[in-house]
């Protein structure tokens, strides 16, 4: 990659893998980030790069949205249609929160993308009920530990009840729906 004027440039080609490219979306549903995670061809796992994953654009204030929950509609469309509100799983990460999606139908599951996309989501939306935060096993990072606390303060900023849970197996909830210590 080649820097100028503030933007980055393809210099040579790379290596190629498979991607998950997921679309983040603001309360207004507008696409104001991609977040694009590079998978292994082989092994179910994320490619052997170095970042494997990457956000393009504004994340901060948007989501990615897993699940819509029972209603089938999208949050940004939710509150204008009156749908009564439901419980929103929110995870750091895709992984995570697909662990939630495929055995929670009655919730909405949303994804950060990092511990400030948690703290910035907007769980200020009449169709969320209440939060579960599904939170990763950072024990020992102070760095991440002080994320953590800004991310939970500003889920807890909207008023709205936050519960938070950590997996007891492995560094996620993905660890523990793999099966993994």
Not at 8 to 21: C, N, Q, R, Y
Request: proline share 7%.
């Amino acid at each position: 990659w080649r820097r100028e004027g503030g933007r980055s440039w393809k210099a040579a080609p790379g290596p190629m893998f498979p991607a998950v490219h997921s679309a983040m979306r603001t309360k207004m549903g507008i696409v104001t980030c991609c977040h694009v995670t590079f998978l292994d061809p082989v092994r179910p796992a994320k490619a052997p790069v170095n970042p494997a994953k990457l956000m393009y654009g504004e994340a901060l204030g948007a989501v990615i949205e897993i699940s819509c929950g029972p209603s089938g509609v999208p949050f940004w469309m939710a509150d204008r249609d009156g749908l009564a509100p439901c419980p929103l799983v929110i995870a750091e990460g895709i992984e995570t929160a697909l662990a939630f999606a495929t055995t929670i139908p009655e919730a909405r599951v949303w994804a950060g993308g990092s511990l400030a996309g948690v703290m910035h989501a907007p769980v200020d939306l009449d169709c969320v009920e209440w939060v579960l935060f599904a939170r990763d096993n950072n024990t020992g990072n102070a760095q991440a530990q002080k994320q953590f606390d800004a991310a939970l303060a500003g889920l807890e900023s909207h008023g709205k009840r936050v519960v938070v849970e950590a997996s007891h197996v492995g560094d996620d909830f993905n660890d523990l729906a793999k099966g993994e210590d």
